[in-house]
């Protein structure tokens, strides 16, 4: 058979057929990719007629459990900047407002200052497709801020002339008076993970997992949290109901009417 005389049911046939020797399910996955692209080279580039895998379901890979810390290790992570200069200043605002908040590593590298009420503790953030929500954050928080934002953090570090308008209005700056990227602020939250030997458990999307998790194991509702996050769906933010037994135990105990013997069996 030619690669043209391929259809959508030969497609379907191999891929049952990778499944069936025991291979695991992302490995299935990059096979699909890989004939999908070859067939819509064959259309876009070589003038095939129909492209086989068109409408097909590539093989659907299990979704993972967010990584959460613990309590315990958030306050080691939190622990882990020493010292009231600039930059430990700055770098205790960019830990204490990504579990405070759940912000996104991009959203948080692009905070201005404009976007923060100190007074209300609220920040404005800007996700996914240029959405607009605000986020609220606490004085553990707060305090970070006014630290970073008084006399000794931010200005110190604030150059005599902006180079740019955007360095400017923008929350967290380098040594060189600089908008910090994303990659940036990564680095800090790894030194902070370095020290207090949490390396390779922490990222800033890990934090992110922390402060949903911890906040449905301290009974927020799942819509305030998805409103938090900017989740567009509530089923992105239910994963994050299946990290802590615990957590399933106390709703499974609040609303089964026989789960605390409210009711006796006949």
Not at 67 to 90: N, Y
Not at 164 to 181: N, T
Not at 193 to 200: F, I, M, R, Y
Request: proline share 5%; net charge positive; aromatic share 6%.
């Amino acid at each position: 058979m030619s690669l043209a005389e391929a259809g959508p049911r030969l497609v379907e046939d191999y891929l049952a057929f990778l499944a069936a020797c025991g291979r695991r399910a992302s490995s299935n996955a990059r096979a699909y990719a890989a004939i999908r692209g070859l067939h819509r080279f064959c259309v876009d580039e070589r003038g095939a007629a129909v492209d086989p895998t068109e409408g097909l379901s590539g093989p659907r890979l299990p979704q993972p459990i967010p990584k959460a810390l613990s309590e315990a290790d958030v306050d080691l992570l939190l622990s882990a900047v020493a010292g009231d200069d600039a930059k430990a200043r700055r770098d205790r605002v960019i830990l204490e407002l990504l579990y405070a908040t759940g912000m996104r590593i991009s959203e948080l590298a692009a905070l201005r200052l404009s976007d923060l009420d100190l007074d209300r503790q609220m920040a404005l953030v800007f996700g996914k497709g240029s959405k607009e929500r605000v986020v609220p954050f606490g004085r553990h928080a707060r305090a970070a801020l006014d630290a970073w934002l008084g006399p000794g953090g931010r200005p110190a570090m604030a150059p005599e002339r902006w180079a740019r308008r955007a360095d400017e209005e923008s929350l967290l700056i380098s040594s060189r008076g600089r908008r910090m990227s994303r990659q940036t602020v990564w680095v800090v939250v790894r030194a902070a993970a370095t020290k207090v030997h949490l390396e390779g458990r922490v990222t800033p999307h890990v934090l992110r997992h922390s402060c949903a998790t911890h906040l449905l194991e301290h009974g927020a509702d799942i819509r305030v949290v998805q409103e938090l996050l900017g989740h567009a769906a509530i089923t992105t933010t239910q994963v994050y109901t299946r990290v802590s037994s615990e957590f399933l135990r106390r709703e499974y105990e609040a609303a089964h009417p026989r789960a605390r013997g409210r009711f006796p069996a006949k």
